[in-house]
């Protein structure tokens, strides 16, 4: 722990994890606000591939000391999978950034949790009761609030935000399979790897050398990226997921806030009305979680 930060320690742990997921929520807002200004000059798969591979970059002074070597990982087929659609869903997001105001990508990406119940179901044959179906059918019809498919305005924006967070969600499941057997920064460096790969051929045939002010947020895009997901992970690590993972919807004002600042951009009221059903319905479902994770631990045969 840097030596500025020694108060932080003196917080309760639920506090502290607070702390970083929202310090962490405004620097993902500050990657999103760079993808966008980025998408005026390059492809948003071009942004994608630039972000691997400043990744791989970042990554080579750890592979050299050893401290990761991803020659040596035994489940190669399940990283490159794992990169496959988590490929997928960076140029997704990537792209709604570019397509939507900052506002609704950012509302829609909540979406996720949503998912995440419906793949537990009908994958992995999870026992999903009445109240998380409900909420998740209360979830999904904020979606459409959000969206209003009926009035005419659904954009493609809006459809690619729903497809990164359907993404994310499978995503994340593959992630907790490869951690029963690999590190943290195994999986990152493997990511980072495989991604480059994937991005080079897409992010050729659409080719834009971006000016020296495209180059610096690029940089920057990849930096914020680690950085945040640094935050991310620091977050769940010291805290309780169902007490921690609500202040990551903070990530909407913030987003409300830089839209209007950057691009003078304000939500319609359907946008606040359908993320607030989405934000309460995901909230419910993380602390139904949490309460059944702790009542399966208290079932469980004692030593």
Not at 176 to 185: F, G, H, N, V
Not at 241 to 252: H, I, Q
């Amino acid at each position: 722990m840097p030596p500025i930060l020694p108060w932080l320690l003196r917080l309760p742990p639920n506090v502290q994890g607070a702390l970083w997921l929202i310090s962490g929520g405004f620097i993902f807002t500050t990657t999103s606000a760079m993808i966008r200004l980025l998408s005026e000059q390059i492809e948003s798969v071009q942004t994608a591939f630039f972000r691997s591979i400043i990744g791989v970059v970042l990554l080579i002074p750890h592979m050299a000391a050893g401290r990761v070597r991803p020659w040596a990982s035994q489940r190669v087929g399940g990283h490159f999978w794992r990169t496959v659609v988590g490929t997928s869903s960076m140029v997704c997001g990537f792209y709604a950034v570019a397509l939507l105001p900052l506002a609704d990508a950012t509302a829609l990406s909540f979406s996720q949790p949503l998912f995440s119940v419906v793949i537990a179901a009908l994958v992995l044959r999870e026992a999903v009761r009445w109240r998380r179906w409900s909420a998740t059918i209360v979830g999904f019809i904020g979606v459409l609030i959000m969206v209003r498919p009926g009035e005419g305005s659904l954009q493609p924006g809006a459809l690619i935000a729903l497809a990164n967070a359907l993404l994310v969600a499978i995503s994340i499941l593959m992630v907790k399979r490869l951690t029963d057997t690999e590190s943290p920064m195994m999986i990152l460096t493997m990511f980072a790897l495989f991604s480059t790969v994937l991005l080079a051929g897409p992010a050729i045939w659409v080719w834009r050398w971006p000016d020296l002010t495209g180059w610096l947020l690029a940089v920057g895009i990849a930096l914020t990226a680690t950085v945040g997901q640094y935050f991310w992970v620091q977050a769940f690590r010291v805290g309780e997921m169902s007490a921690v993972a609500p202040f990551e919807y903070l990530r909407l004002p913030f987003a409300v806030f830089v839209g209007w600042v950057l691009w003078q951009e304000m939500p319609v009221i359907w946008t606040f009305v359908g993320a607030g059903i989405v934000i309460a319905s995901a909230v419910y479902i993380i602390r139904r979680e949490a309460k059944l994770a702790r009542e399966r631990r208290w079932q469980q045969p004692k030593p």
